[in-house]
């Protein structure tokens, strides 16, 4: 009976509770065309999962191979959390355009992106990760693990995200990769180290490097300077490398 299935369930969006339809991509595909120009057939990427090669052949940046096997609903992730999107697009692309300067002065204004209402747009950037987070979570709880996962439970996060309101324990920090590597790289990274209380995500676009931390306790030694968004004013410092691999 292998490879035969005869009914299954059906997968509900952790966003809202409705049926799941719309694949949410795991890096943004704006994101992805900061760092690869061109995606087609004469010009390919590949896709690795824990290092491996997993495909040689991803001919567009909007494969399957490149969204997350969970779905949300297509009204989660078109309308709900679109202004949430195009916050993080705007960021996203003021940081490519202007990384070389912000990496030496080690900072960024809110301000200059995106004028006086920073406040609603680095709201919705958080918000942004925390779909990413939610996303990524309901991917590893899906998994088959050999022993039981202890992993944190995303009605927070889809609370905050329906409300549009701060997820009281998601920190974001910046800062610049550790490497001196090819700069045609994007993925997403889970610290394997996660439990109930604590969840490190690396988002990685090039050498731009987004921390997104679910920590039930807000010690800021801990957190390495990531912040919520009631947290941040007009300018964002970058922060360190603190250990955790890309
Ligand atoms: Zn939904």
Redesign the pocket.
Known sequence: MKGLILANKLIK?W????T?NSGEHMVKQTDFKQVFNIVNQQEPIISRENGEIKNRNIQSCKSNHLKFKNE??E???NQ?TQPYDRSWEKLSAYLHTNWTEIKIKKKFNLREIFGDNFKQDILNVHLFFVKILGCIVEEEKSREHEEESVIIDTKQLAKSILENIECDNIYISFRDTKYNKSKEYVGLYLDQNYNENYVFVLYMIGDIIVNIIFSKVNNKKALNNAQKPSEIKEIINLVEYVGIDE
């Open positions: 969006c966003i809202c509770g409705d799941a949300i609903c009204k989660c992730n709900l």
